[in-house]
């Protein structure tokens, strides 16, 4: 039987709650798919945090680097000081676990209803390639004159030939697989330096995918094309920060930051990859049961393809998908049932099967499919 590790992190707020969910769904595909996962809980958060002083002591980092994968919920808590939790556990678990790509895809699933007046499934099916250790993100500046009128912050961004070409080579692969379109998404007329080392790696890997056709679109129109046009979209590749803001208008098309699911993916074997929903911790809807499962249960699938367990991916998205086209409303009350109702309603449809032809596969090709065909290749 084929068998895998993996290290559960569910977080704080609704973290835990959707994580539940995606490991019932796990459940049901283990069964149905036949393969076997043993599970780590990893208690990181404001609880621990609180109790102990530990944000990610050396120890866990070790333990978590000899999984197979990582499952996140969110971290974060109105107890603990905003940036604490955040940039101590989440940015430093990317750093730790070198996850040079953070993947997000951005799908409109049939029957999830969009703020996006007429936009439709077939219109909007994207993948995001977020550059995950540079930029802005690099935690390098300084500030003098602290506390006087005089004070200037610098806070700089970074960008290395090395990990661009990562991003960029990666962007590129998938691009491949996929409809052979790859998208810089910039601000090269005013970040010049930046600017040109991006554009020149994009030429320079180019070289080896001449089957790709590409082209470069400012930040800030990116923010205009995006909702009214994504069609024009196949493989999008860009920098730490703006793929964190773009992303998130990214999850707004497909219906809402509960659907959003992502990869913090280690691509040269030096550390584990994490999955996770791209919403935080939610404390105000926390522990009514009013959270949506589904980023939580698509990051799972997301990490079944990276694992090579394809075929219980497309299951698991199928799935997530068709429960999500009966629901009423994507959060809260709304919802029709709770979290964790919802999570078995996702893992019956797994167990059944029922859902595999349903929606997802009429739909062009299963992202979870292409992205397990590519990450084994
Ligand atoms: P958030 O993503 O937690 O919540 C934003 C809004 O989306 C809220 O109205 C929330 O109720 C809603 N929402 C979030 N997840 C949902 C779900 N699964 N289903 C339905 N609705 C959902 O962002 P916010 O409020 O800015 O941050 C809360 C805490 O989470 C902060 O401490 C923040 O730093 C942290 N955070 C952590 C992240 C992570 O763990 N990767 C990512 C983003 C924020
Ligand atoms: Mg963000």
Not at 275 to 304: K, M, T
Request: hydrophobic content about 45%; proline content about 5%; glycine content about 10%.
């Amino acid at each position: 039987m084929r068998s895998h590790t993996l290290a559960v992190l569910p977080g704080d707020g609704v973290g835990p709650e959707v994580t539940r969910a995606a490991l019932t769904v796990l459940d049901a595909a283990q069964e149905r798919f036949g393969f076997s996962i043993e599970r780590t809980e990893v208690p990181l958060g404001a609880d621990h945090y609180l109790s102990t002083g530990e944000l990610l002591p050396n120890d866990t980092v070790t333990a978590l680097a000899h999984h197979d994968a990582i499952l996140f919920g969110a971290i974060g808590s109105p107890r603990v000081a905003p940036g604490i939790l955040e940039r101590g556990i989440i940015l430093a678990l990317r750093g730790a676990m070198r996850q040079a790509i953070n993947l997000r895809p951005v799908r409109l699933y049939p029957g999830v209803p969009t703020p996006i007046s007429g936009l439709t499934p077939d219109r909007c099916d994207l993948v995001i390639v977020r550059e995950n250790t540079e930029g802005a993100y690099v935690a390098q500046g300084s500030t003098v004159h602290r506390g006087t009128p005089a004070q200037v912050a610098v806070q700089e961004s970074v960008n290395t030939w090395y990990a661009v070409e990562r991003a960029v080579d990666f962007a590129y692969r998938l691009a491949s697989v996929r409809r052979k379109r790859l998208t810089l998404c910039h601000k090269t007329n005013v970040l010049v330096e930046a600017g040109k080392l991006w554009t020149a790696v994009m030429e320079s890997v180019g070289e080896r995918y001449p089957d790709v056709e590409t082209d470069y679109v400012h930040v800030d129109a990116m923010c205009m094309h995006l909702p009214v046009s994504p069609e024009r979209f196949d493989v999008v590749v860009t920098d730490n920060l703006f793929g964190d803001i773009v992303t998130d208008l990214g999850a707004v098309l497909q219906g809402g930051l509960g659907v959003a699911a992502s990869g913090n993916l280690n691509i040269d074997g030096t550390g584990t990859s994490m999955f996770e929903p791209i919403h935080g911790s939610a404390p105000d809807i926390a522990g009514r049961g009013w959270a949506n499962p589904a980023g939580a249960c698509l990051s799972l699938s997301l990490l079944l393809g990276h694992l090579g367990e394809g075929e219980a991916a497309a299951a698991v998205e199928a799935a997530t998908a068709a429960v999500l086209a009966g629901m009423p409303a994507m959060a809260g009350k709304g919802m029709g049932a709770s979290t964790s109702e919802l999570g078995e309603r996702i893992a019956r449809a797994v167990t059944t099967g029922e859902t595999d032809a349903g929606p997802v596969a009429r739909l062009e090709c299963s992202l979870m499919e292409q992205l397990a065909t590519m990450l084994a290749g």
